[in-house]
C-alpha cells in the first residue's frame, strides 16, 4: 500500500465541512431554477397531465393561487407553454401570438401579481399548427425555413410586448435566432428582452410526455432533420456557436441528464454565456416513478442529478420538480 500524503484521500472528506469544499460550484440556490408551466386557453381549468404525475395545464384563473406559496419559497424564474383547448391550430401558427394566447393574456397578470418573477416563453410553432412540425411546411411538406423564421420573430415580438423578459425559441431552425434578434430590435425590445436559445437541443424519446401535456406531437414524421442526433457532438458545437455568432444572450442544452459532456463542451467553450439545461418530462417521469416505485429515494436521487448538472457547467436547470427542490432548499434538506 502506497502511504504516500498525496494519495491519502479520507482526510480530505471526512466530515460535512471538508465535503462541501470539494464541491464548489455545484450547489444549488433558487435561482438556479426554472420553473416550466403548461397555461391552456380553457380558463378555469386546472387539469393533471396523465404522463407527469403533479404537473398540471393551468387555465388564466387557476394559477395564482396554486403559483403564490412556490413564490414565496423564492421561486424566481418561470418557463410558459401554451396549449390549446379551444383555440384552432392552422397552417401558419395563428393563434401562437393572436390576442387569445394564453401565454400572451397571462404574462401581465403575472407581472401584476408577481413583479420580481422573471418570465420566458418557450417560443415555437408545434403546439399552434396544425401538423403539429416545429416549422412552417410547403405544399410538398418540405421545412420553409425563411417563412418559420420571420414567424417566430413575429411570435418572439409578441411576447415581448407583452412582458416577457426572456424569448426562448426551442424550433432548431438555422437562423432563427438573428431574425428573432434583428426583429426585437427594430420593435424596440432588444435592451429589455433576453434571447435565451434552445442551442443544442437533441432528438430525444424523453420528450413523450411533454408532447402529450402540450398537445404538440408531429402529426406525421419526426423531428430528425431539426433536431439532433443523440450521439453527435461536433454539430451540436456547431448549433451553439452558430447561435452565439447570430447574437444570442443566454445557451440552452436539452435534455440534460444524458448529455452532461455536451454541457460541459459548451461552458468551456462559451464560459462568459449563461448556460441552462432542461430536465425534460421524461426524466422528470423516470426519477418521479422510480421513487414511487421503491427504487430510490426522490430526494437523493433528485440531489445527483441536479448536482451533476451544475458541475457540468448549468447555471441554471429547468426543472418540474422545483417546487419539491424549491421546498427542500429551505428546510436545509438539498
Ligand atoms: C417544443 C418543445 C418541446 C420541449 C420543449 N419545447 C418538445 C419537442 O421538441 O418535441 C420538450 C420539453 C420536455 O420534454 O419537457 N419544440
Excluded at 410547403?138 to 417566430?152: G, S
Excluded at 410526455?209 to 402540450?214: E, I, N, S, T, V
Excluded at 429515494?297 to 445527483?304: G, H, I, M, Q
Amino acid at each position: 500500500m502506497d502511504n504516500s500524503p498525496e494519495n491519502i484521500l479520507h482526510s480530505r472528506i471526512f466530515n460535512d465541512t471538508l465535503r462541501k469544499w470539494q464541491c464548489s460550484n455545484t450547489e444549488i440556490a433558487t435561482h438556479n431554477l426554472m420553473y416550466p408551466l403548461f397555461i391552456t386557453d380553457n380558463d378555469d381549468t386546472k387539469e393533471e397531465v396523465s404522463s407527469l404525475p403533479n404537473v398540471y395545464r393551468f387555465g388564466i384563473n387557476r394559477l395564482k393561487e396554486f403559483l403564490e406559496p412556490i413564490i414565496q419559497l423564492g421561486l424566481k424564474s418561470v418557463l410558459l407553454f401554451g396549449v390549446l383547448c379551444k383555440l384552432k391550430k392552422d397552417d401558419s401558427a395563428t393563434n401562437a401570438d393572436s390576442v387569445e394566447n394564453p401565454v400572451i393574456r397571462i404574462i401581465p397578470l403575472l407581472k401584476k401579481w408577481f413583479p420580481d418573477l422573471t418570465i420566458a416563453c418557450d417560443i415555437c410553432l408545434c403546439p399552434y399548427i396544425s401538423h403539429g412540425h416545429c416549422a412552417i411546411l410547403t405544399n410538398e411538406n418540405i421545412i420553409d425555413v425563411k417563412a418559420t423564421c420571420t414567424r417566430l420573430a413575429d411570435i418572439a415580438c409578441s411576447y415581448a410586448k407583452a412582458g416577457a423578459d426572456i424569448v426562448a425559441p426551442s424550433d432548431m431552425m438555422d437562423g432563427r435566432i438573428r431574425e428573432i434578434k434583428s426583429r426585437l430590435a427594430s420593435c424596440g425590445y432588444i435592451s429589455r428582452v433576453n434571447v435565451l436559445s434552445y442551442s443544442a437541443k437533441f432528438q430525444s424519446c424523453f420528450y413523450g410526455p411533454f408532447r402529450d401535456a402540450a398537445g404538440s406531437a408531429p402529426s406525421f414524421g419526426d423531428r430528425r432533420c431539426y433536431q439532433l442526433p443523440p450521439g453527435s457532438k461536433g454539430i451540436a458545437l456547431s448549433a451553439v456557436k452558430r447561435d452565439v455568432r447570430e447574437g444570442c444572450d443566454m445557451l440552452m442544452v436539452k435534455p440534460a441528464l444524458a448529455y452532461l459532456d455536451i454541457v460541459k463542451q459548451t461552458k468551456e467553450t462559451f464560459p462568459e454565456f449563461p448556460l441552462f439545461v432542461y430536465q425534460v418530462s421524461g426524466e422528470y417521469a423516470m426519477l418521479y416513478y422510480g421513487a414511487k416505485n421503491g427504487i430510490f429515494d426522490l430526494r437523493t436521487a433528485l440531489k445527483e442529478c441536479i448536482t451533476g448538472m451544475r458541475r457540468a457547467g448549468a447555471d441554471c436547470i429547468i426543472s418540474y420538480f422545483s417546487p419539491e427542490i424549491l421546498m427542500w432548499l429551505k428546510d436545509g434538506l438539498f
